[in-house]
């Protein structure tokens, strides 16, 4: 037989304060958890919501979302989807967007936005997968997918998908650990220019540029020394190649931005 609905939001609160418990390394007994939590207060408050959003109550249900904000400080729109063991730690001003998708045994800290770029309407929040941590003050802004374990570091700012198992940190937020792998901070900051790790077009460019500099120095030196200039080995192609290589640089640092 299905569970009923009391036994149901038993077991999705009972699941709730254990999520508090393991995560908060402060908390001491269940009655302090019950009556001191403003990050409990504010999940169970949203579930009721929620489910009056479902019905189509939607006034009732924005209703009881302010009080929740008034009283605990966090914001949670009554559309967005929380799974269970979600643990907001600290919590005050916290901002959960309409179409904000939370998995299981989701984490976040005080100051953190789960929002939309813009104006746009439709799915403009971010999913988080389970397991997912988002560190305190970190903005997740889009529709954006965070994959299954992911870590924001405290103070992110995360415009674009994360893979799963990896950590982000900075503005924009950009991965420092994946799979377990510490991403040397060096190549983050400063990509490596060795030519065999260029893209192509770019490498190819700045290849025959360095080539047209020495037989221009070789001529240089010819006519100053009063001999007959070395002839051009060329590259025909070279102002395409440079071309190329301007427009592939243009492209990525678009992309990158
Ligand atoms: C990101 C975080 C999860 C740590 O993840 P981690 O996988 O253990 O990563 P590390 O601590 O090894 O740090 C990796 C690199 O990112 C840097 N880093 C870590 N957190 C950062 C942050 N929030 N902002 C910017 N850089 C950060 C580290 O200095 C390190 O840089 P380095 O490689 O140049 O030394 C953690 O630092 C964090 O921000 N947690 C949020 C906790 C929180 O909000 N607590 C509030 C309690 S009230």
Same mark, same amino acid.
């Given at each position: 037989m299905a569970p009923g609905p009391l036994s149901r939001i038993s077991r999705s609160i009972r699941r709730d304060l254990d999520a508090a418990r393991e995560r908060d390394p402060a908390a001491r007994s269940t009655t302090e958890l019950v009556l001191t939590y403003p990050g409990l207060h504010a999940v169970w408050m949203h579930r009721a919501a929620h489910t009056m959003n479902q019905r189509g109550w939607h006034l009732p249900a924005r209703m009881v979302s302010q009080v929740s904000r008034f009283v605990t400080g966090i914001e949670i729109h009554p559309g967005a989807t929380i799974g269970p063991g979600f643990f907001i730690d600290h919590g005050m001003g916290v901002v959960i967007g309409e179409t904000t998708e939370i998995g299981e045994d989701v984490t976040v800290y005080q100051g953190v936005t789960l929002g %939309?770029?813009?104006?746009?309407? %439709?799915?403009?929040h971010p999913t988080l997968r389970d397991g997912v941590t988002v560190g305190a003050g970190a903005s997740v802004l889009g529709p954006l997918e965070i994959g299954e374990g992911a870590k924001i570091g405290a103070g992110s700012i995360v415009v674009k998908d994360v893979p799963a198992n990896s950590t982000v940190v900075g503005n924009p937020g950009k991965p420092v650990v994946r799979d377990g792998q510490r991403i040397d901070p060096e190549k983050i900051h400063h990509p490596d220019l060795d030519h065999t790790v260029l893209p192509d077009p770019v490498a190819e460019a700045l290849d025959c540029l360095m080539q047209r500099v020495e037989e221009l120095e070789a001529e240089i030196a010819a006519i100053r020394a009063g001999q007959e200039p070395p002839p051009k080995l060329g590259d025909a192609d070279c102002r395409d190649k440079v071309k190329a290589g301007i427009r592939e640089a243009r492209k990525a640092s678009m992309d990158a931005a």
């Open positions: %939309g770029p813009g104006q746009e309407s %439709g799915k403009r």
